[in-house]
């Protein structure tokens, strides 16, 4: 028995996310049903660094797995991508200890959220990107995400669903560009809560547009309630872009 890590891109507007649900199509049912087949109908559990909800990306997801084939590493990604949809792609596979696990062993994740700001639709990108035609001042934008870095309860910037009960994460980094109508939110930090980066995107977003005032961000992170803090961005802007292990 050998325990492999998967790197994968996936393209999630077709799905309902990564984790199963029943009667629906996510990004976990694809890999291990194709996971089934290759190993002739014995079922395999994969295990994710975290879940992605309906119609969020990833560009760095990471699974494990394990299984009895004896098959060369060099020739995993191959076997196992001839058995998915165009909308997975597999990056990489390497073995890895048995201990190794996909999700507790996670140190870091970055999260890149893509706006489009021109005022023409583009209907080629409404899968891919926030189309959002307003006027926006990034610098104010750059000057309240200094206040979200650090440690802090991110209750304020989380689903009312939220489960977890420990809310405090640390972000090492916020980094705003824009470029040619695009403006991109980077953010890395050593764990997010459910829907946290879309509800971040949208409260700066407001601080952009002037709806907000820069100095009120550290007010609503100090409130801990989800009511205080912008709207949350739609899921088609984000992606998983890479997950940091030891």
């Given amino acids: 028995m050998q ?4 790197k994968l891109a996936y393209d999630g507007s077709a799905f309902s ?3 199963i649900q029943p009667n629906k199509r ?27 909800d309906a119609g969020v990306h990833a560009r760095g997801q990471v699974i494990h797995f394990d299984t009895p084939l004896q098959i060369p590493e060099e020739k995993w990604g191959v076997a196992l991508q ?22 507790f062993d996670v140190t870091a994740k ?44 991110f209750s304020s910037f989380c689903s009312a669903k939220t489960e977890v009960e420990d809310k405090v994460r640390e972000m090492y980094e916020i980094e705003v560009t824009e470029e040619d109508g695009l403006l991109v939110f980077r953010f890395v930090g050593n764990g997010f809560l459910y829907n946290m980066v879309r509800i971040l995107v949208g409260t700066l977003l407001q601080v952009g547009a002037g709806k907000m005032a820069v100095a009120e961000v550290p007010v609503v992170l100090a409130k801990r309630d989800r009511i205080y803090a912008g709207k949350t961005a739609p899921p088609q802007g984000l992606y998983l872009w890479k997950v940091m292990y030891d």
């Fill in 3 to 6: 325990r492999l890590k998967c």
């Fill in 17 to 19: 996310g990564y984790q």
């Fill in 26 to 52: 996510t990004v976990q049912g694809e890999l291990e049903q194709a996971l089934q087949k290759l190993h002739k109908g014995q079922e395999v559990k994969v295990y994710a660094s975290g879940r992605t």
């Fill in 82 to 103: 001839t058995l998915l949809p165009d909308d997975i792609a597999i990056l990489a596979v390497t073995e890895v200890a048995s201990t190794f696990h996909a999700r």
């Fill in 110 to 153: 970055e999260y890149r959220y893509f706006v489009y700001t021109e005022q023409a639709h583009d209907p080629f990108r409404r899968n891919f990107v926030y189309h959002y035609p307003y006027s926006i001042d990034i610098t104010a934008i750059k000057a309240a995400s200094c206040h979200l870095l650090g440690v802090h309860d």
